[in-house]
């Protein structure tokens, strides 16, 4: 990632800002930044900016805070979104970010579908900017009293991005029906092709989601991944599960190119932060992640997959298609084009960078 600043300035504009605006929609600016900035991208942010932070609302303020003793009650109800910031503001000053990370992440992980999945996606992306700078800093010997002296600064920025993130989170808990621990043999494209559609799918994610628990084969479906045996096993089945879905995005993403994106990007969220937690934590998180993924499969995916002759061309490279997306603007296209360059490298798949392309001709242009 580039150090050079950009970032730590578009989190504390961001930061006067809530995790969500219009009542309900999720501030995706922090997210898109991040990728932007790590894409070597910096130049654009503020500009883009200016015109994304104009439809934000402001920081919610907390009415009564949150104590230890009673977080369970208050988990899961957006009316405390401002007491959940103000708690993990203080959390991240009184103690170091990854005993933090370790001791939340557990209790939150199991309403991963929170603001559709973006609580944990924002924490992915918090996490791996905390990570990314300190190997800058590590890296570059000669700058190191430069970097002391903006260590404050920027970590005080990151650790209230991931603040927010986990307030966030915590705020929007929400639990998936049904889920099991995986217990078939089925690799993650295979189960996520078997995942059922939900019989309504009008109206928002809640009113899918709640059709889960009575879907014929909704719970087959979950057990019929692989299961993990241990920690490699699932941070690899993460990366197969990130890499499926965005290829099936390519052919899928008609059914809804924006909520489909969340399929590829909370897998990939998750994936990004098994560094910063212990290794005992990572098969959890793996179950997770494809539950969430399965999730936004069945409330959003389309009968049929498009054929090949409808699909876009293979953009020119990786670079070419991270290029098309920040020149379409869109935070979803943006944060897809992330993941799918992960995607590309792991796989070499082109159909990863053919499922930026799908997003950018499917997804309508920012400010158009």
Do not use: C
């Not at 090949?308 to 869109?330: K, M, T, Y």
């Amino acid at each position: 990632m580039n150090d050079s600043g950009i970032l730590d300035e578009a989190y504390e504009r961001l930061h006067r800002t809530g995790p969500e605006f219009d009542g309900w929609l999720s501030n995706h600016g922090p997210m898109a930044v991040e990728s932007m900035v790590r894409h070597g991208y910096d130049r654009q942010v503020h500009r883009w900016l200016d015109t994304y932070v104009g439809r934000l609302d402001e920081l919610p303020r907390g009415t009564s805070p949150i104590d230890a003793g009673e977080w369970r009650q208050a988990l899961g109800d957006p009316r405390r979104l401002g007491d959940w910031l103000a708690f993990f503001d203080r959390e991240l000053k009184e103690r170091p970010w990854r005993a933090v990370l370790e001791t939340w992440w557990p209790r939150l992980l199991p309403g991963i579908a929170a603001g559709a999945t973006h609580g944990v996606i924002r924490t992915g992306h918090a996490v791996h900017a905390l990570l990314e700078r300190r190997d800058v800093a590590r890296q570059d010997e000669a700058r190191q009293d430069e970097a002391r002296r903006d260590e404050a600064r920027r970590d005080e920025a990151r650790l209230a991005e991931l603040g927010q993130a986990l307030g966030y989170w915590a705020a929007r808990w929400q639990a998936i029906a049904g889920v099991l621990a995986p217990s078939g043999s089925a690799t993650p494209g295979s189960a996520l092709a078997g995942v059922p559609r939900v019989p309504d799918q009008s109206k928002g994610i809640n009113h899918r989601l709640d059709q889960l628990a009575g879907v014929d084969g909704w719970n087959p479906s979950l057990a019929a991944l692989r299961p993990a045996a241990d920690a490699e096993q699932a941070r690899a089945l993460l990366a197969d599960l990130a890499d499926a879905a965005t290829l099936r995005y390519a052919t899928h993403a008609h059914g809804s190119p924006i909520m489909l994106v969340h399929t590829a990007t909370a897998p990939t969220a998750v994936l990004r932060t098994l560094p910063a937690l212990p290794a005992k934590l990572w098969v959890a998180s793996l179950e997770a992640a494809w539950a969430a993924g399965a999730a936004v499969t069945a409330a959003y995916a389309p009968a049929e997959g498009a054929s090949r002759e409808e699909l876009p061309g293979v953009p020119g490279s990786a670079e070419e298609a991270f290029d098309q997306a920040v020149r379409h603007g869109d935070e979803h296209v943006i944060k897809l084009a992330d993941t799918a360059l992960d995607v590309h490298r792991r796989t070499g798949d082109p159909d990863a960078l053919v499922a930026v392309a799908r997003a950018s001709g499917l997804i309508k242009p920012f400010l158009s």
